[in-house]
């Protein structure tokens, strides 16, 4: 069995995370957060499935008031939850929210840096030292904020909304990433502040694990032990969005790293927790499955066996158990070898879908979709069913489905296209990070990413 990182303790309302504590397991309602009785019946429905943190989306000064009064239906109902504001590109609102909620979520990428365009900035060392300034300035009074109320931080860094200072500095690398947490978390210390955790999140499970235990070693040499929060954002649905997940976050929790957990997935958020749940409870089984797995390396070739009681389970021991040795390259091929009978096909697909989440084979499709929150701008479930039915026979193209523009850009990168919600009933097309239709309607942007991908595929006329 792994050791547990050791980690200080953040208090977030009734319930703390770190130190000898339990794995926290978390999910994000998808609802409008200025309707009151949508949130609280969504995270009803999370809290009854285990979920220990419930999340919202604070857009506007609106919705962070709007947390008063959710937070107040569900004390009424006797719940005490702690709730979670996610602000992006207002810091203000990380202000408000702090207020009414028992944790904000700010994002380096965009609270004080403006929105990431891709433009590349050069700055001298002392102007660059003049933004990190600017940074301080408006923290301190955030941070200041929080104390009188006893509110606890995520500084949560998303790969996909890295300000175009940290990558004009450090490039598209887990050191950027790294260091845009760290610039931040150093502020906290400094204004002797505690109560917070740290994320830092990726649609590709190598950059997301490889970033992780960066922050880890670069936070043990400032001598800093804050707890993490783990997710591998953009992750999907279905049985590619679990296995993803359970690849990236497993791939950490078998080395004792991570003290809360959200998988996300493009799905119901109620969803997500017993899938979050299960992937702590193999945390033993799963550990002792990757030793075995790694001794039983030969010609580049893992040689797992493994059983369980029903295929979901199957798909995240397995992507738990090898995904770190996967993405460590410490081998590039599969064997998957029940212990009990079981289809040798579904085996051979399987041990592709965990070769595809850590990046070393595609065999079909990709599709990098949010999980929505209630900044989504069209229905994602049945928007992402629409694009894998019309998408399907592009074998090892990426995909991006993302409700709003957070993260779309960054993630585009990572994907060949990305269809991005834009406005209401609007949609932006992308080429990886660039925008090569803006503001089609919704009625008409399947069949134009169709055409889209069709026209890039076709062979170049020649001269």
């Known amino acids: 069995m792994s050791i547990r990182r050791i980690s200080s303790v953040a208090h977030v309302g009734n319930i703390a995370i770190g130190g000898d504590n339990p794995i926290r397991v978390q999910s994000m309602t998808t609802t409008n957060t200025n309707d009151t009785e949508a949130c609280v019946a969504q995270a009803e429905r999370i809290i009854a499935a285990g979920g220990e943190l419930v999340r919202l989306t604070t857009q506007g000064t609106r919705e962070a008031e709007n947390m008063k009064n959710i937070s107040a239906a569900l004390k009424a109902k006797g719940i005490m939850t702690p709730l979670v504001a996610d602000v992006h590109f207002n810091a203000n609102v990380a202000d408000v929210a702090a207020r009414y909620c028992e944790k904000v979520r700010i994002n380096p990428g965009n609270y004080v840096d403006p929105a990431r365009t891709f433009k590349q900035l050069e700055y001298t060392d002392e102007e660059y030292q003049a933004e990190l300034r600017k940074i301080d300035e408006r923290l301190v009074p955030f941070i200041n904020i929080c104390k009188e109320h006893h509110t ?4 949560g860094v998303n790969h996909g909304s890295l300000s175009d200072r940290i ?17 931040f978390l150093r502020i906290f210390r400094r204004e002797q502040f505690n109560d917070v955790v740290i994320s830092i999140k990726a649609s590709n499970t190598v950059v997301m694990v490889q970033s992780v235990r960066l922050l880890v070693q670069q936070m043990d040499q400032e001598d800093m032990h804050y707890p993490l929060h783990l997710g591998v954002t953009e992750a999907g649905e279905g049985e590619d969005g679990r296995i993803k997940s359970a690849v990236g976050i497993g791939a950490l929790l078998t080395e004792g790293i991570g003290d809360t957990i959200r998988v996300s997935l493009s799905e119901d958020p109620e969803c997500e927790i017993p899938v979050a749940r299960k992937l702590v409870e193999l945390i033993p089984e799963c550990t002792r499955l990757r030793a075995e797995a790694e001794a039983s390396i030969q010609n580049d070739t893992i040689t797992l066996r493994v059983d369980a009681p029903d295929m979901e389970t199957l798909q995240l021991k397995a992507a738990m158990a090898v995904g770190a040795l996967l993405i460590d390259r410490k ?27 850590t990046r070393i084979k595609f065999t079909k499709t990709e599709y990098i979709s949010c999980p929505g929150c209630g900044r989504t701008l069209y229905d994602l479930q049945k928007t ?13 193209l990426k995909i991006g489905i993302m409700g709003c523009i957070v993260n779309g850009p960054g993630e585009m990168a990572d994907a060949d296209f990305g269809y991005v919600g834009a406005g209401p009933g609007k949609v932006s097309l992308y080429r990886q990070k660039e925008c090569v239709e803006k503001n089609i309607p919704e009625a008409e942007a399947v069949d134009k990413l169709l055409e889209l991908i069709r026209k890039d595929q076709q062979p170049a006329t020649p001269n």
């Not at 081998?331 to 989440?357: C, N, R």
């Open 331 to 357: 081998a590039t091929k599969l064997v998957i070898s029940p212990t009990t009978s079981m289809s040798p096909t579904a085996l051979v697909e399987l041990a592709d879908s965990i070769l595809q989440a």
């Open 152 to 155: 606890a931080v995520r500084i």
């Open 167 to 183: 990558m004009s500095r450090y490039g598209d690398t887990p050191a950027g990433i790294v260091e845009s947490c760290m610039e």
């Open 384 to 396: 992402i069913a629409r694009i894998k039915e019309a998408t399907r026979e592009f074998v090892g």
